[in-house]
């Protein structure tokens, strides 16, 4: 495909050009080009904000982080916590290899009954 530039002296645009300026308009240009955040993104991280600032006031938080120069944070509500995953039990380790004993041995029962049943008869 081949273009004349708009305006100015009119040079056509050889395929190798055009081809070489797709590549590099679409390359590394492009995935480490800034990407700007939705209307609606910003509009909910306003939103949030706010909403964080009305309930460190009613915390009582505002005057001790805004002297501090800290900004103004409130403990979050419950949906927006972010809560450690629960202790694994011990014991864990044993009942995995104990599953694996069994599939492996209800493996070998299905591919040879007859061997398997034979050791034990």
Known sequence: MSGELPGGPQRPISDEEWARFQIDSEGPARLHAPKEPSARARM???RLRRADEEEARRQGRV???VRRGRPVRARPAAWRSWTA??????GGGLRAFLWILA????????LAPGRILGLFG
């Not at 599939?103 to 299905?110: E, G, I, R």
């Open 44 to 46: 909910v991280t306003e």
């Open 63 to 65: 005057r001790r982080l």
């Open 85 to 90: 995953a629960p202790a694994r039990r011990r």
């Open 103 to 110: 599939v492996v041995a209800a493996v070998l029962l299905l």
